[in-house]
């Protein structure tokens, strides 16, 4: 009896962790899909702009690439 509660525990604790990876699978994935879409646009705002306008966009780009590093403040 006491070796089927011990499965029922470790099938229990791998299901929580499966469940927690997947849930940061996700939330990592939806970062990533923000962050492209953010780029997207600054890219088309550089391709569309000129002058200073452009070195702005260019700035934020750059802001956006920083983002990704932990602990850097832009």
Avoid: D
Avoid at 18 to 28: K, R
Avoid at 51 to 63: A, L
């Amino acid at each position: 009896m006491s070796n089927e509660n011990t499965s029922i525990v470790y099938i229990i604790i791998g299901l929580t962790v499966i469940f927690i990876l997947f849930i940061a699978l996700i939330a990592f994935l939806k970062f990533l899909n923000g962050f492209f879409i953010k780029r997207k646009y600054i890219n088309n705002e550089i391709k569309r702009s000129t002058g200073s306008e452009k070195s702005y966009w260019i700035r934020q780009r750059r802001r956006i690439w920083l983002s990704l590093i932990p602990f850097v403040k832009y």
